[in-house]
């Protein structure tokens, strides 16, 4: 089977798995972490070059920033604070991660087994790989090397829509809270989606807010807060200034995209190997 995902050889099935999942790990103990979450260059062209870095420039998120390891979770939230309603939902979610995880046969996370897309704010609490920040004069725009998606954030004043459509990665707005902080509002966010690949639900309502502060040049700390009071009995955050850290200027991030035919195959495989 040719494959088009970023490791470039697979060794076993049990590597072939843990990619088609987007886990962490496999029982077998495979790691991938470290090969996902490559751009094409050595893990230590990440690393600053200087001892100290640099003071941040005003008003300016622009640059491609890597969370590393850090941002690529396995498991949800375990202290999440689930209303009745959340609690409903979680009996419908089999997820293939965390302490509800169930054998591959069962797992129905609509990402890994039908290669929907991610949705918001699961791109950015649980596979936050690389990501490509561009400034406009009227928005910010976010291009993800995970699934290759793109989220655009508008930055012109305007006010969030009172009912808006629901969207794989929301509606978005933001302002700079001063000059080194960024403050994104999202809401409208489509509820078939799942917060983590543990499965943590969200309803229609939920609002995220995102907190981007530029430390210094070399350092973006983003701290995620969930407010859906539908799913949850109070507002919690999953990343709390997290850092990710500037990229070479020339780096070129590759594809990382859940292919349905190889969806299809992986399936093929799974139930050969049950037999």
Known sequence: MRRRFIVPVIT???????????SLTCSSGVLLAQTWNSSGLPRDAFQPTQAKSD???????TGTWDAGNAGIQGTGHVAAPFTPWGQERLKDIKPGNGPRAVTEEFINDPLSIMCDPAGFPRLVLYELRPVQIVQTSNQ???LY???KRWRVIWTDGRALPQNPDPRWYGYSIGRWEDDYTFVVQTIGMDDRTWLDNAGNPHSADMRVEERYHRRDRDTLELTVTINDPIAYTKAWTPHDKLPLKLMPPGTDLMEMICSPTEAAAYKKLVDKQKK
């Open 12 to 22: 076993s099935v049990a590597a072939l798995m843990c990619l088609l999942t987007y």
């Open 145 to 147: 090397m995970f699934e």
């Open 140 to 142: 910010i725009l976010m």
């Open 55 to 61: 003071p941040a420039p005003r008003r300016d998120l």
